[in-house]
């Protein structure tokens, strides 16, 4: 099933009411739901999407959330609500998770990402037909 923008912005704002109010602090730009839909240009279009990221840059510190990816993911491997649910949650963990260790001067989420994706990498190029 794939959750309509306005559906999946309310679940949002359901799922980050429980969080502490505190993991929000220094989020000047807060947390954005963009219609976008933003692939992984390092994969095959369609293959890997990204979700989320964090944001500290001239505009402030904020977390966007990409609508269009958990969309078309919801679309390709047709999730129920309760997958919609997680994948929110998780998402929105993860960038919170960014942003507290960008506050602390930390960066260990940063770089089991990159060691993820390159594992992801790999796996995805062992599994490509010769030729291809």
């Not at 095959?44 to 966007?64: A, Q, S, T, V, W």
């Not at 997680?86 to 989420?109: D, F, I, N, P, V």
Request: hydrophobic share 35%; glycine share 8%.
């Amino acid at each position: 099933m794939v959750l309509s923008f306005e559906q999946a912005g309310d679940l949002l704002d359901e799922l980050a009411e429980p969080f502490p109010e505190a993991l929000f602090d220094g989020l000047n730009g807060g947390v954005n739901l963009l219609e976008d839909s933003v692939p992984d240009r390092s994969f095959p279009e369609g293959e890997m999407y990204i979700l989320g990221e964090y944001c500290d840059d001239l505009l402030g510190r904020y977390i966007n959330l990409y609508y269009g990816s958990f969309a078309a993911l919801a679309e390709k491997e047709h999730w129920t609500e309760e997958v919609w649910s997680a994948e929110l949650k998780q998402t929105l963990s993860h960038e919170l998770t960014h942003h507290m260790e960008t506050r602390g001067g930390l960066h260990a989420l940063d770089d089991k990402d990159a060691e993820e994706l390159a594992a992801w990498r790999a796996e995805y190029e062992e599994t490509e037909e010769p030729g291809e």
